[in-house]
């Protein structure tokens, strides 16, 4: 029977899920191998063809190592909590939960007709109960534990408060606010405990504290700076503004030097690494008070009671351009902007404010060239010059980072110096190597500073420890590590979320008892803010702590349930703990995870500093939770446009010319659906019944064709160029589309979807399962011994997929596959030996076809997943024979198959004996025969 991929690739699916053939061991004296793809949001547009390039690499890799002899864990789940589901539910009405099923299940239909080998035993769900009470109980671990930064690791905040009772603050190092007391143990047994509390928070890994976040109004919640772009939201493109808000955050920032070091200890792209290393932003400088100037200020209080700063802090990694101050910036949101601005410079000042909040922090950091900011009216003593300098505000610097105010140098700053030229401030030449206006980009130099006091002749290497030293002693200043890396802000105003097991009693935050998780999200009326702009909690009905007060209304944000859920895939049952101990000690960490790169600074770094956290507290036993990364790239869409040609008005008409023609008129290209594309020929008729405006549509054709325009775009609904993994497989099937897909090019790399390949991906498989069968389609193989040539051929493409899958080079894989195919077909090969092992060679590319043949060949149905990748033995790729040219007087006349061992006698033996050579001698004596092994054979008559 010829090759029937609708019957085979359906029969062998429902087989591997009704016995469950993918299910890992729990434990194995087999070596373990975790592999684990990005899990998706599923949403509701179910897949397109670019989704399952990560997974079918995954998937191949999965296999092959299961031939290995790996006991290997590939899971899949869902991310699905979010804001797309709840979007939909305040258009609608419909419960979230309801829209996600039913996605979920489009979703495992997709995934399961293209033979993914997932254990689905161990799927999670990050809106299901069952999973987030593990996500809310992480969340109390952070709450009850502080970063001990003499032990360098996160420990349970009762042992902070023992050294509260024995020695108070005294010996306590930790990461904390900044407004920490200091106290004696005598003070701390008077604090009442409400004291208590509002000091501890001050400590634990999660807190609540007053930030500066990315309100999108429109969406009613805080958005993550990744989420954020052009000021605008990534999801439905509503302004963002920056407002203040108090929010949880995580002290993320604690493990800022961890997450730093353990980049250089596992294999992840370079360019990942780097982004990491860039948004952490480790920077060694220094820190400086500047008095504040202003007799206004004296005794005045702020807002929240505390007195008014005498001075303001800078972090700077340039101390030694500290002579070149000629003014101050803080951020626009600073605490202490309001009080500094004088009453003159208030409108200024509050104009200058309003505009900044239009701008997310992404934006204002990458704007280089825009000069903008508001003076404040108000000086600082610069403490080592003694100079007064004016204090600006700018947008260009950051309340999250450093102290949210930076020291304007514009003899040694681009930046700066721009300011100070629109500013008309003035620049202070600090070094004799250096122009006034030029950017010193390498401090290093061996130039002599001028202008700067008491440093006048030092070095750079000189300058900087004697100016830390003297910052010290006067008390004005110390040298000081700063992180860009500011916490990680944890909560979203939105109802799609886990919720935060935290209740408010008396104004103060407390953790639900654990037998109380998981803390259900309650149903609701509707899924918006309330009247008064609470979030959507508010208005659940009976959703009350048994202890009074009321329940957090924020739910976590999205990067929650993500950062911890390999560990769930370990244990995915498990009702006691998020993983057992045991389930940790054998899967440990993931082997090789496959997902994208824009993930860099949100998932993969939040992971990584849950899992530190986690083994910190004992719980798990890995720093890092995955070993080998592959950013998989991009499938583009292949765009198909036609051309309306445009009347002398330029009013559109219903005629459309075919692309060739197109110069002869005025058009207008529109985008048309790929699918009714073929080859960049336009389906006439289909394109007609596509849309009613096309119904009367007329063509001007080329050679009896309409042939589209083309360009490479994202793959969007919008272009019409979405091609549908449903359609692909009912037409060709899914071991076509999965070898495809790695066709298309290098998996790291970003390349065109284009259909019109795919048909000689099918005729390979066709011709790779004629190999089995005779002229009528019989199933048909020999057991006699396979030749030389035969081995050889199979030998080649063991050793090359071998090595191609084990650099993930998975597109040079398929096209050696199709020249082994055409060898063997040329051979005319049909020997069981040969063929079993390229069944076994080829299945982690296409298993359903793979499976059947193994099955027809006479081995037991679904042992092929477990049985052993065929070894390469390089004695048959020994080349022991050679194609001697045979030349007479210096004409090659004929081609002599001949051993490689043979020496030059028995050549020559060989040679007078062969009938064919003989006749080119017609009679005469050969002279003399020059033999050089392995080269060539000549004769001289």
Request: hydrophobic share 35%; aromatic share 12%.
């Amino acid at each position: 029977m010829d090759y029937q991929f609708k019957e085979i690739e359906q029969k062998w699916q429902k087989f591997w899920a009704d016995n469950q053939t993918f299910k890992a061991e729990s434990n194995s004296e087999k070596p373990k191998y975790y592999v684990l793809d990005m899990f998706p949001y599923p949403s509701g547009a179910g897949l397109h063809v670019g989704h399952p390039l990560g997974y079918i690499a995954s998937d191949i890799f999965s296999r092959y190592k299961r031939l290995k002899g790996f006991n290997v864990l590939h899971p899949m789940g869902y991310d699905s909590f979010g804001l797309p589901a709840e979007q939909y539910a305040i258009q609608t009405g419909q419960h979230p939960a309801i829209t996600t099923e039913a996605n979920i299940a489009t979703y495992r239909r997709q995934l399961d007709q293209i033979g993914f080998s997932f254990d689905w035993s161990r799927e999670v769900r990050t809106s299901e109960p069952s999973y987030y009470k593990w996500t809310q109980w992480i969340f109390m671990q952070l709450f009850n534990s502080w970063y001990n930064i003499e032990t360098d690791r996160a420990e349970d905040i009762t042992t902070l408060i023992e050294k509260f009772n024995a020695s108070g603050t005294a010996d306590v190092k930790a990461v904390c606010d900044e407004d920490v007391k200091s106290f004696l143990p005598s003070d701390w047994a008077t604090f009442t405990e409400e004291e208590k509390q509002i000091e501890l928070l001050k400590y634990r890994m999660t807190y609540l504290r007053e930030s500066t976040v990315n309100w999108c109004p429109a969406l009613g919640t805080v958005l993550a700076n990744d989420e954020v772009k052009d000021g605008f939201s990534e999801r439905g493109g509503f302004p963002v503004e920056q407002k203040k808000m108090m929010q949880w955050s995580m002290r993320i920032t604690a493990y800022s030097d961890r997450l730093l070091q353990g980049l250089d200890t596992i294999d992840w792209p370079e360019p990942i690494k780097e982004m990491q290393r860039n948004w952490i932003g480790k920077s060694v400088g220094a820190s400086v008070r500047f008095k504040i100037d202003d007799l206004r200020l004296t005794n005045k209080t702020l807002d929240s009671g505390l007195p008014t700063p005498d001075y303001i802090e800078v972090f700077t990694t340039r101390v030694d351009t500290i002579f070149g101050v000629s003014y101050l910036v803080l951020a626009p949101e600073h605490e202490w902007v309001a009080e500094l601005t004088t009453p003159e410079q208030k409108q200024d000042i509050e104009n200058y404010i309003a505009q900044t909040k239009k701008k997310s922090e992404l934006d204002r950091m990458a704007d280089t060239k825009t000069v903008s900011g508001a003076f404040t009216g108000t000086y600082v003593i610069n403490p080592v010059s003694g100079e007064r300098v004016p204090l600006w505000i700018a947008d260009y610097v950051l309340a999250g980072y450093g102290t949210g105010a930076v020291m304007g140098v514009p003899s040694g700053d681009q930046r700066d110096w721009l300011f100070a030229t629109h500013f008309n401030l003035p620049i202070i030449q600090i070094l004799d190597s250096q122009k006034e206006i030029e950017v010193q980009a390498d401090p290093t130099k061996e130039g002599k500073y001028i202008n700067s006091g008491f440093i006048n002749g030092l070095t750079y290497k000189e300058a900087v420890p004697f100016l830390n030293n003297w910052l010290e002693e006067k008390n004005v200043g110390k040298a000081k590590v700063n992180f860009r890396q500011r916490d990680a802000i944890f909560g979203r105003q939105r109802y799609w979320g886990e919720p935060i097991p935290v209740y408010f009693k008396d104004g103060l935050p407390y953790l639900v008892q654990e037998e109380e998780l998981p803390l259900i999200l309650p149903e609701i009326d509707k899924y918006l803010p309330t009247e008064t702009g609470e979030p959507p909690l508010a208005r659940a009905e009976n959703w009350v702590p048994t202890d009074g007060g009321h329940y957090e209304l924020s739910t976590m944000p999205g990067w929650a349930g993500s950062s911890w859920y390999w560990y769930r895939y370990m244990d995915a049952e498990n009702n006691a703990d998020f993983a057992s101990k045991e389930a940790v000690e054998y899967w440990k960490d993931v082997d090789l995870y496959i997902g994208g790169s824009e993930h860099a600074t949100g998932h993969l770094l939040y992971s990584r500093f849950w899992n530190k956290f986690l083994k910190d507290l004992g719980y798990t036993k890995e720093e890092e939770p995955f070993k080998k990364l592959i950013n998989q790239g991009m499938i583009q869409g292949r765009s198909n446009f036609v051309y309306r040609i445009n009347d002398a008005d330029g009013k559109p008409t219903n005629t459309y010319v075919s692309a060739g023609l197109k110069k002869e008129y005025k058009t207008s290209a529109l985008h048309v659906d790929v699918n009714i594309v073929e080859n960049d020929t336009l389906d006439l008729n289909k394109f007609k019944a596509w849309r009613e405006e096309y119904a009367n549509a007329e063509f001007i054709l080329e050679g009896g064709k309409y042939i589209c325009g083309v360009e490479v775009e994202k793959m969007s609904k919008s272009k019409f160029n979405v091609v549908n993994p449903d359609d692909l497989i009912e037409r060709y099937g899914a071991d076509t589309l999965r070898m495809y897909e790695m066709f298309l090019g290098p998996l790291e790399q970003s390349k065109p979807w284009n259909t019109n390949g795919i048909e000689g991906v099918f005729k390979f498989l066709r011709k790779f399962w004629r190999l089995f069968h005779n002229e009528a389609w019989e199933f048909t193989v020999s057991d006699a011994e396979p030749t030389k040539a035969e081995l050889k051929s199979l030998h080649k493409i063991i050793k090359k997929v071998q090595d191609d899958i084990e650099r993930f080079s998975f597109n040079t894989s398929v096209s050696s596959f199709m020249i082994a195919v055409n060898e063997l077909t040329d051979l005319k090969c049909n020997k069981r030996s040969i063929l079993q092992d390229m069944v076994v060679i080829l299945s982690p590319y296409a298993p359903h076809i793979c499976e059947e043949l193994w099955v027809q060949l006479g081995n037991d149905a679904g042992t092929l997943s477990y049985t052993a990748f065929p070894t390469f033995n390089p004695e048959h790729l020994v080349e022991d024979e050679f194609a001697y040219p045979v030349s007479i007087n210096g004409k090659m006349k004929m081609n002599l198959n001949l051993s490689l061992t043979l020496p030059q006698p028995e050549v020559e033996a060989i040679l007078m004996t062969n009938e064919q050579f003989q006749k080119f001698l017609d009679g005469k004596a050969p002279k003399k025969i020059i033999f050089v092994k392995g080269k060539i054979i000549n004769v001289v008559v």
